[in-house]
């Protein structure tokens, strides 16, 4: 039974090329409300993973518009947090921007405990009427001039905590880090997305996460230089990154940074029937799993619960299970647990990786349990790789830089010795210079042409079998210009009553 609202109101949201909608806030629902609509615990096999691991003690931070923490199915589930947009709460805790409510959905999928919120109303309500009750038995025997019965032993009031109410995330004893960022419009406080996504990447990093959910994405596939050095840093100090693949929904056709970033693990998104959804995802080459993104239920800021759907969505369920796997083998490296979580899933699409499915469909219990054979290195790539190849410095350097995107190699090759001058001929010493300049001049030409056209069809059949068989790791992107759209989806529908 659905329980009477305690407020309502309604905001006007858009982004980019999302389109707008109002959403409604809502009262806490029961468990026959929100909880039996989370369908992926079941088709995930979330609900049997849970046997083995609940991500206890694994660090997760959401790097989104901030947490509300005081939202009752999170209740000391945010462990810490920090503002990078210098336009919210110091510790993430407020959440920002047009879309205030994107990080509170996120981040209860992820890690929500649930709540005891009937068991709290049941017990005031005992507590109340028998108040009431001891109340009318004391006038009864003073009116009879008799002895008043003796008080009731109170009736405890449960404190807020977790319960089979609300929602319940893939990870419900994992800690989530917030990290709230300004994204869709511009910061009131002047910090561009371009300083605040790395600046939040090595605060999570150095504050313990072990896992990063990014459910944000631009409808480009480059990123800023600025990133480089970030996303080794997580790299490097072993966290697995998590990102969303966008949707078409919301503008982007293509994957989008920072999900084309190489050893990123990127979730396309799935529907209910368990089929690439068509608005709530899209497709590259860089996708490195499927999760269900439609229909979808998260909380809200304040207490409430709002349907929602995109691969916004999607992401946490992967890194709820990333946080389980990391609770489960603690000493296992990120390359590991990125290749768990691929080899299992289960083939969807055209056999084998595909640009919609990415390796198949999330498998949380086959993730946790199956025999896994190692692997090397990561399977989604290296930033690292892509750092040398792609972003070499014009001159060399003998000492170590401070930007990992700046390449201290160089060259090996021999230089050749220039031709020595010749004496000019004492004959035609007027038409010998017009000819050898005019012939100098054409052969000069045609060796430029030639070169560039060769160069230039080189260039384009790389990028067009890099497009359609390469791997992101593969591809040489061009730096961004223009406004950046950061934000992959909107909520698709109002909040619960």
Known sequence: MKRRLHRTGAMILSLGLCAAMALFGASSANADGVRDSEWWLESSGITKAWEVSKGQGVKVAVIDTGIDTSHPDLVDVVAGGKDVSGAGAADGSKPLGNLPEHGTLVATLLAGRGNNSVEIDGARAEAEAQQIAYDRAVQSAEAAGETPPEKPEPIEVPAPGPGPDGVVGVAPEAELLSVSLWMGTENPAGTSVED???????????????????????????????????????????????????????????????????????????????????????????????????????????????????????????????????????????????????????????????????????????????????????????????IRVHRRSAKPSTSPSLDPGVSTETSDIAPIAAPQPQAPLEEGKVLQPVLVLGFGALLLFTIVGGSTHYVRSARTKRRAEAATVGSVASLKLEEPGGERDIFDDLPESGPRH
Do not use: C
């Open 196 to 386: 605040q996504v790395p600046a939040a990447v090595i605060w999570a990093v150095d504050n313990g996460a072990r896992v990063i959910n990014m459910s944000l994405g631009s409808t480009r596939p480059e990123w800023p230089v600025s990133w480089d050095r970030a996303f080794k840093y997580a790299e490097d100090h072993d966290v697995v990154v998590v990102a969303a693949a966008g949707n078409r929904a919301g503008g982007m056709n293509q994957v989008g940074a920072p999900a084309t970033i190489p050893g990123v693990l990127t979730v396309a998104g799935i529907d209910r029937e368990g089929k690439a959804s068509v608005d709530s995802s899209t497709e590259g080459i860089s996708i490195g799993v499927a999760a269900p993104a439609e229909p979808l239920v998260g909380g809200l800021p304040d207490g409430g619960y709002a349907d929602w759907s995109g691969t916004s969505g999607a992401a946490p369920l992967v890194s709820g299970v990333a946080a389980m796997i990391r609770a489960k083998y603690p000493e296992m490296k990120a390359p590991q647990v990125i290749n768990r979580i691929l080899y299992t899933a289960r083939d969807a699409g055209k056999p084998g990786v595909d640009n919609l499915y990415g390796h198949g469909i999330l498998d949380a219990y086959s993730a946790l349990t199956a025999d896994v054979p190692m692997v090397a290195q990561n399977p989604m790539n290296t930033i690292t790789e892509w």
